[in-house]
C-alpha cells in the first residue's frame, strides 16, 4: 500500500534576506569577513518501511525526531531530498487541521473552499454538507468567520471535513487530541471505525496508550532515522523505557528484584 524507500529530507537553516537599505549598510560594513557557510538539517535519514494495505502504523520518538515531516512527504506536501515514496490509494492527510482555511471566510464558505483543496467537487460537498456541519457541532456559527473561532473550533470542523470521505489510506498527526473532551471521543470512533473498514493508516502520537491501543506495528524515530520498528508493545516500551532513563536490560532485572522480594 505505501512503499518508502531510503528516504531522506533536507532543510537549509540558512535564512534568505531582502533586499534594504539597512542590509546593504550592513553588508559594506561586514565587507571582507569571513561568512559562514550555509548549514543544513537532515530531518530524515535513510528511512524505510512498507506499509501493508490494511495496517495501522505508530510513529513515535521525541519532538523533532521527523514524525510530521515524514507524513508530509508520504502525503505528497513535501518531495523528499532522496529516495522515493510509492502509494498506491488515495490519501486523506490530517497533519495540519486548518491550514487550508482563509480566515477572512465564514464556517459555510471555508467548507467549500478546504472541500476543494482536499479535492472534493462541489456536488460531493452539497450532498455531504449537512454531514459535515452535524458532525463539528458548528451549525450555529456556519455564517461566522473562522477568525473569531477558537483553535479548538477550527479544529473541530477541518476534522469534520477532512473524514467525511472513506479513504483508503490515513495519514493522521495527533488529531485525537482536538476538540473538547466530548468531540475527542467523537474523533476516536470515527478514526475506529475508518480502521474496521479496512482504511490503512500512519498514525503520530506521543500518547503511547493511543498508539498501543490502535496500531499493528510501531516504527520509532529518533534524530531522523528509524531506531526500532516492528512489534507495538515491544517497541513502546523500549521506547519508555529510554524516556524515563533505563535500559531494557536494566527494566529486566528491576523487575526480577522486585518479583523476588515479593
Not at 533586499?19 to 560594513?29: A, D, V
Not at 550555509?38 to 513515535?60: M, P, Q
Not at 515524514?70 to 510509492?86: H, I, R, W
Not at 520509532?220 to 531494557?248: N, S
Amino acid at each position: 500500500m505505501i512503499d518508502i524507500k531510503n528516504v531522506a529530507m533536507k532543510f537549509d537553516l540558512g535564512i534568505e534576506k531582502n533586499f534594504s537599505f539597512k542590509q546593504l549598510f550592513i553588508n559594506i560594513l561586514s565587507f571582507g569577513v569571513k561568512k559562514k557557510k550555509k548549514s543544513y538539517f537532515w530531518a530524515l535519514e535513510d528511512i524505510t518501511f512498507h506499509v501493508n494495505r490494511g495496517e495501522v502504523i505508530g510513529l513515535i520518538g521525541s519532538n523533532g525526531a521527523g514524525k510530521s515531516t515524514l507524513l508530509k512527504v508520504v502525503s505528497g506536501v513535501m518531495k523528499p531530498t532522496k529516495g522515493k515514496v510509492q502509494v498506491n490509494g488515495t490519501i486523506a492527510p490530517m497533519i495540519e487541521l486548518g491550514a487550508g482555511f482563509d480566515s477572512e471566510l465564514t464556517a459555510r464558505e471555508n467548507i467549500y473552499l478546504n472541500g476543494a483543496v482536499l479535492g472534493y467537487q462541489k456536488d460531493f460537498l452539497d450532498r455531504k454538507f449537512d454531514e459535515i456541519v452535524e458532525f463539528s457541532e458548528l451549525r450555529d456559527f456556519l455564517d461566522v468567520p473562522v477568525k473569531n473561532f477558537s483553535s479548538g473550533m477550527v479544529a473541530k470542523l477541518a476534522f469534520s471535513i477532512a473524514t467525511v470521505v472513506d479513504p483508503e489510506i490515513l495519514i493522521v498527526d495527533e488529531i485525537l487530541s482536538v476538540g473538547d473532551i466530548k468531540f475527542q471521543e467523537k474523533s476516536r470512533n470515527k478514526m475506529m471505525e475508518m480502521i474496521k473498514g479496512g482504511t490503512t493508516v500512519l498514525y503520530v502520537s506521543h500518547s503511547l496508550e493511543s498508539i498501543e491501543e490502535l496500531c499493528n506495528r510501531v516504527v520509532w524515530l529518533d534524530h531522523g532515522h528509524i531506531k526500532m520498528q516492528g512489534d507495538t508493545k515491544e517497541v513502546c516500551e523500549a521506547y519508555y523505557l529510554e524516556q524515563m532513563g533505563e535500559t531494557m536490560e536494566e527494566s529486566n532485572r528491576r523487575r526480577k528484584k522486585e518479583k523476588k522480594e515479593k
